[in-house]
């Protein structure tokens, strides 16, 4: 017998976040129908419905169909009763980032809009202690050099230290996750290892080709598409960035190759997020209500492209503003790549977790 244990709290939170009334949810399956990406074996998001109108908080929190679900929305246009579960699972993905985070405080930080002015002064007040101890906290004179403000090796050496902690951090809460799968599934024996799941989950998320089934908002592949391999780019073009400052080949000039694909990542950046900033403000019928998560996450890797586009042109100008641009594109930066556990990017991680979850217990 089970006995059940319904978490009001938690169905009343779910139901702020997700706009849906879920007693209204008269567990038709619809849903589960409509949707092409469920499997025909434990469907969902019908059975999601249930834990979230029971208030089941750890069985919705570590189902991993909140995850294969893709957002395309198909479900909530065909429920007959309006509850748009689609809505229901993407607030369920909120509650997750805000539930696994570690440190938790990180979880709050970047889940509300009155904590963002804490979330903006905690890179820079961290920045300017760093360039403070490097000696270098003032405009420096004469032509524009970046290195002069706040030099490659402090620069490099301070936010790689700084990103590998928050993530090694992170991963505490990113296992628990893992284990919470396990343990709310049954804890299944796995019958393929995560490594060989995860290998084939990679070829999946390199095709994106899970939003090919989507009926609806079809545009999202090519949005997610330009964004995702605009983002590969852009690392491997900051990676040489970080070689050629070590070897003294520092700044590139205009010409140099990978300049040019530095400019073809923000070009692909702005393109895909510009799709998805229309797609949401379309509000076309099927599209998912965004949230501030939503916004904080392709307006901090909007702000993050324009920035870096700016302050080249700076650089190349000599703009007497080139090191407060500088500056912010730094925080930026922190907000993508440093807090990406923590807002809606860290979507990479768990969407990879839990399909590689699937994989590795054989669910079709
Ligand atoms: S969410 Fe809508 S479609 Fe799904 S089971 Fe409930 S009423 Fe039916
Ligand atoms: S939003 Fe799309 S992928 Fe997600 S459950 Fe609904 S129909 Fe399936």
């Known amino acids: 017998m089970i006995t059940l244990q319904p978490d009001i709290a938690f169905k009343k939170e779910l139901e702020k976040l997700s706009g849906a009334s879920l007693s209204t949810c008269m567990q038709c399956g619809t849903c589960s129908v409509v949707c092409n990406l469920s499997p025909d074996e434990q469907p969902f998001p019908r059975k999601e419905m249930v834990y979230a109108g029971w208030g089941m908080k750890d069985k919705l929190l570590a189902s991993p169909d909140v995850w294969l679900c893709h957002q395309c929305g198909d479900c909530s246009l065909h429920c007959p009763r309006a509850v748009n579960p689609a809505d229901v699972l993407a607030a369920t993905r909120e509650l997750i980032y805000t539930s696994y985070a570690r440190p938790s405080f990180m979880g709050k930080l970047l889940s509300k809009p009155g904590w963002l002015p804490v979330a903006i002064l905690l890179p820079t007040v961290i920045i300017a202690l760093i360039i403070y101890l490097a000696g270098t906290l003032s405009i420096p004179e004469g032509p524009v050099n970046y290195s002069h403000f706040f030099p490659?090796?402090?620069?490099?050496?301070?936010?790689?230290?700084?990103?590998?902690?928050?993530?090694?951090?992170?991963?505490?809460?990113?296992?628990?996750?893992?284990?919470?799968?396990?343990?709310?599934?049954?804890?299944?024996?796995?019958?393929?290892?995560?490594?060989?799941?995860?290998?084939?989950?990679?070829?999946?998320?390199?095709?994106?080709?899970?939003?090919?089934?989507?009926?609806?908002?079809?545009?999202?592949?090519?949005?997610?598409?330009?964004?995702?391999?605009?983002?590969?780019?852009l690392l491997l073009v900051t990676l040489y960035a970080i070689y050629a400052a070590i070897t003294e080949k520092y700044?590139?000039?205009?010409?140099?190759?990978?300049?040019?694909?530095?400019?073809?990542?923000?070009?692909?950046?702005?393109?895909?997020?510009?799709?998805?900033?229309?797609?949401?403000?379309?509000?076309?019928e099927g599209t998912v209500r965004s949230t501030y998560r939503d916004w904080l996450f392709l307006g901090s890797l909007f702000l993050?492209?324009?920035?870096?586009?700016?302050?080249?042109?700076?650089?190349?100008?000599?703009?007497?503003?080139?090191?407060?641009?500088?500056?912010?594109?730094?925080?930026?930066?922190?907000?993508?790549?440093?807090?990406?556990?923590?807002?809606?990017f860290g979507h990479i991680i768990y969407r990879t977790m839990s399909m590689t979850y699937a994989i590795s217990v054989n669910r079709k």
């Open 152 to 233: 490659h090796g402090w620069l490099n050496g301070s936010f790689t230290l700084i990103t590998v902690l928050s993530y090694a951090i992170a991963g505490i809460g990113m296992a628990r996750f893992w284990k919470d799968l396990r343990l709310q599934d049954g804890a299944k024996g796995m019958e393929k290892s995560f490594l060989a799941s995860f290998w084939k989950v990679k070829n999946e998320i390199l095709a994106h080709n899970r939003f090919n089934k989507c009926e609806r908002n079809r545009s999202r592949k090519v949005s997610h598409f330009l964004v995702f391999y605009g983002f590969i780019l």
């Open 251 to 284: 700044p590139l000039s205009l010409t140099n190759p990978f300049k040019l694909l530095g400019n073809l990542s923000s070009i692909m950046l702005f393109t895909g997020l510009g799709m998805m900033v229309y797609n949401r403000l379309a509000k076309k």
């Open 304 to 344: 993050l492209t324009l920035s870096g586009v700016i302050i080249e042109t700076a650089r190349f100008m000599d703009w007497q503003w080139a090191y407060y641009l500088y500056f912010f594109h730094l925080v930026c930066v922190w907000f993508v790549v440093i807090y990406l556990p923590y807002t809606k």
